[in-house]
C-alpha cells in the first residue's frame, strides 16, 4: 500500500507560480516512476508530467518550458514547480505512481489561476 499526500495549491494570479509536493507514504526509490495529473472542471484527466526513476522526464505540450518535475528520493518526494501560470491551467492536480501493479492516487490539491 502506498499513500501520496499533495500539497502546495492554491491562487495565484497569471504569470505567478506554485510548486506542488507529493509524499509517499514508503520508499519512492523502487517506484519506477511518478507523475503529476490534472482535472478541469467539465474535462477529462490528463497528464502534466512523468519523471522515471532514472529522471527521465517527459511533459504535456500544454507545460514545457513552465513546469519542472523532480523528485527526492531521500524525501520520498516529487515536485512540481509551475511558473507563468495561465488561467488555463486551472484544474486539481493528483499525484500518481503505479507499484506491484496498482495504480495510485494522491487525493489532489487545487490550483486557481486567475487572470
Known amino acids: 500500500q502506498v499513500q501520496l499526500v499533495e500539497s502546495g495549491g492554491g491562487l495565484v494570479q497569471a504569470g505567478g507560480s506554485l510548486r506542488l509536493s507529493c509524499t509517499a507514504s514508503?520508499?519512492?526509490?523502487?517506484?519506477?516512476?511518478m507523475g503529476w495529473y490534472r482535472q478541469a472542471p467539465g474535462k477529462q484527466r490528463e497528464l502534466v508530467a512523468v519523471?522515471?526513476?532514472?529522471?527521465?522526464?517527459v511533459y504535456a505540450d500544454s507545460v514545457k518550458g513552465r513546469f519542472t518535475i523532480s523528485r527526492d528520493n531521500a524525501k520520498n518526494t516529487v515536485s512540481l514547480q509551475m511558473n507563468s501560470l495561465k488561467p488555463e491551467d486551472t484544474a486539481v492536480y493528483y499525484c500518481?505512481?503505479?507499484?506491484?501493479?496498482?495504480?495510485?492516487w494522491g487525493q489532489g490539491t487545487q490550483v486557481t489561476v486567475s487572470s
Open positions: 519523471i522515471t526513476s532514472g529522471g527521465s522526464t
Open positions: 500518481h505512481t503505479y507499484w506491484v501493479e496498482t495504480d495510485y
Open positions: 514508503r520508499s519512492i526509490f523502487t517506484f519506477n516512476y
